[in-house]
């Protein structure tokens, strides 16, 4: 089945450390995006990437680091430099000027 | 710049009650509407969408309307379900010009329907 999948589901970090969040499609979309949700808000833009080996920042990217080395992936780095990182963090890929969400990644720093 | 506004939560219905979550919006040029729902726990699921003023969008019994003129993309159904309780977010899509594919999201609605 295509789709979009984001390991780990849920992640727990010591304070000071990186983590890397996966994320994977499989639907041959260009466009890829990393959201963070926090509770009781709306989601906001870290990173968004068009093309391959090429990204832009979002409303909220420091702290934060992407790469986009393959079409099907973009992974998020949470650096130490985040100094709120305890979050719900959402993948997305683009058809048709519709966004498609993975099911997301639970961070929580101890 | 993009801005979308819903209407404040949290939404606490009876089943088989109608529902209307409000959202306006603030864009340049024609964006594209759409109407997403989150369960807890979990990502986001396109419910519908509209890419043109007087569109309706709809699924799952849901419905919305382009309103161009009121700047406005109303979420509604005529007879909620238990299973319909979880949040809905808002957003719009500006096709051009450099935050192509980005969307603008509302704050989100929490919906709980009893049965």
């Known amino acids: 089945d295509g789709g979009i999948t984001q390991s780990p589901k849920y992640l727990f970090r010591k304070e000071g450390q990186n983590v890397t969040l996966s994320c994977e499609q499989n639907l041959n979309h260009d466009a890829m995006y990393w959201y963070r949700q926090d509770p009781g808000q709306g989601l906001r833009l870290i990173y968004y990437?068009?093309?391959?080996?090429?990204?832009q920042k979002g409303d909220i990217a420091e702290g934060y680091s992407v790469s986009r080395e393959k079409k099907e992936s973009f992974p998020l780095t949470v650096t130490s430099a985040q100094k709120n990182p305890t979050a719900f963090y959402l993948c997305?890929?683009?058809?048709?000027?519709?966004?498609?969400f993975g099911p997301g990644t639970r961070l929580t720093v101890l | 710049g993009n801005s979308v506004t819903q209407m404040e939560g949290p939404v606490t219905l009876s089943e088989e009650a109608f529902l209307t979550i409000n959202c306006t919006y603030t864009a340049t040029g024609y964006p594209s509407l759409f109407w997403y729902v989150q369960y807890p726990g979990e990502g986001l699921q396109l419910l519908l969408k509209a890419t043109k003023a007087d569109d309706k969008g709809s699924n799952k019994g849901f419905e919305a309307t382009y309103r161009k003129e009121t700047t406005s993309f109303h979420l509604e159904k005529g007879s909620v379900q238990v299973s319909d309780s979880a949040v809905y977010f808002c957003?719009?899509?500006?096709?051009?010009?450099?935050?192509?594919?980005?969307?603008?999201f509302g704050q989100g609605t929490i919906l709980t329907v009893h049965p």
């Open positions: 957003a719009l899509l500006n096709a051009g010009g450099t935050s192509y594919g980005k969307l603008t």
């Open positions: 997305a890929s683009t058809e048709q000027n519709a966004q498609y």
């Open positions: 990437s068009q093309i391959v080996n090429d990204f």
